[in-house]
């Protein structure tokens, strides 16, 4: 199977107020990724608070997740940011450190037109001989891609893939079609949402890029390996013991209860880098309580 | 007339395609501002490239503007930055450089929370004692301030003033009426948005923050001084001219088209920070059209 399929699980990067990287508790969560099984590791994704890192601490934190995984499992490094000239200096950084893929989302201030993404991915994709999997996340990056630019972007050597966001009207099958139609054969689609990913797997996605198996990878990979084999009762079932944890995702942002589980269960001392606050101590109880059915 | 009242004029940050600042061709444009005789100078705002600057540039910005004003004008300086450590660092190099103000808006990855903002802002404000407006900009931040939430800002120390998005519906009186009676008295009401912000100060707002005035001070001044005198025939006579322009702001966006402005008035050689594009070539007898009915 090739990279940009299957689970790509996104771990925390655990960080200090100052904003260094614990690369010792980053290696931690990368073990249990590993041992889980699953098929790639999303390291500063949005989950990995890559908006939040220097430049200094994303190397950081790449150069030691090649080191303690050693080959046991491919790696795919956010290399967004606002600056052309900077996401390309990201991805040299990823790809000297050894990573195996990149993912790039359209960081913007000022709001982004068309042929500016367009010449912003083809340098970034130009800088560094790594596969590049677009990084569609509107709710991050107010960037809405058209389906001709994904088109027209999956013609650049080395983009290789997209991670769609949840298609509105959850149409997966007719959004498949339509971008398998536009795209290269080998075009990898892929999906984010933690709680429409297994429903886009099933209906013939080939990547579910998850935030929740960054730390509970094992439930995660039960669940995508169910859709995956097309068994909808099977991922109906596993997929209903998340509900409680999708609701919390809705409710106060997949990125503040991640934080919240790593506390909960031990995995690492951090806190999300202000302005992002925890969840309320409130939600603790709820919290709790949505992982007693997971693991 | 205290800070954050009249005109504000944003003049880009002329630098070099490594985002280093041309503090030279910087001050030859605070000149042109500070001899139109407009009320302020609004540095490192979203016209200012503040969000594509690091900080030693942005400090370097600041220290080259105060020497070459020399206290002749106001200089507000944007702090913004999307973690608040570095919001911090920002205000207090604006502080100690010399600055007057200070500009902050909700720079935003993962989607912000009322609470975030709030705690945000009162740690940047206690950060340096300067004054400082809330830069209220949604279609750069993705973040909306709710009146309740700008209420309780006024109350914060230091938090003096508001820079609003024009309202959806037009209706500055109402607004602008709601929001006094929900502020302290001295707390200063002012829009952004070059098109609608004249007819702000028609209806009793304390500013405009202009965009068009970083590059053509003197014709936005006559236009802002006829609405600061509710002139309202003068001042609809006088915005007529700028129509052009307006058109232009909306299809390519002000930053493109102020870049266009600078290169052709022959202002600053400097190019907007890429992935940004100057307006295409097409736009640009257009662009010197519009600028023929002003200067």
């Not at 991640?258 to 031990?266: P, R, V």
Request: with cysteine; net charge negative.
């Amino acid at each position: 199977m090739s990279l940009f399929h299957g689970l790509s699980a996104f771990p925390l990067t655990p960080a200090d107020d100052d904003g260094r990287v614990d690369t010792d508790a980053l290696c931690a969560l990368l073990e249990r990724i590993v041992a889980s099984g699953a098929d790639s590791i999303g390291l500063l994704g949005s989950t990995g608070a890559y908006a939040f890192l220097s430049r200094e601490e994303r190397k950081r934190a790449v150069v030691a997740a090649v080191k303690c995984v050693g080959g046991r499992m491919p790696i795919i490094v956010g290399a967004g940011v606002l600056r052309t000239d900077q996401a390309q200096h990201l991805a040299r950084d990823a790809a000297e450190a050894g990573a195996d893929g990149l993912l790039l989302a359209p960081v913007s201030y000022t709001p982004l037109m068309e042929e500016e993404v367009f010449q912003h991915f083809s340098s970034v994709a130009s800088a560094a001989s790594l596969p590049l999997c677009i990084y569609n996340n509107p709710g991050t990056t107010k960037f809405v891609f058209s389906e001709d630019l994904i088109a027209r972007l999956s013609g650049v050597p080395n983009i290789a893939a997209i991670k769609m966001p949840l298609p509105a009207d959850g149409d997966f099958t007719g959004e498949i079609a339509r971008l398998r139609a536009k795209t290269p054969k080998d075009f990898a689609i892929g999906y984010s949402g933690d709680w429409g990913s297994p429903e886009a797997l099933l209906q013939g996605a080939d990547c579910w890029y998850s935030v929740v198996a960054g730390l509970l990878p094992v439930p995660a990979l039960r669940l995508a390996r169910a859709a995956q084999a097309k068994d909808a009762a099977g991922t109906k079932r596993l997929n209903d013991q998340f509900q409680p944890l999708w609701a919390l995702f809705g409710e106060f942002g997949s990125f503040r209860v991640m934080y919240a589980i790593a506390d909960i269960l031990g995995l690492a001392k951090t806190r999300p880098p202000l302005p992002i606050l925890p969840p309320p101590a409130s939600a603790r109880p709820r919290i709790e309580a949505a992982l007693k059915d997971l693991i």
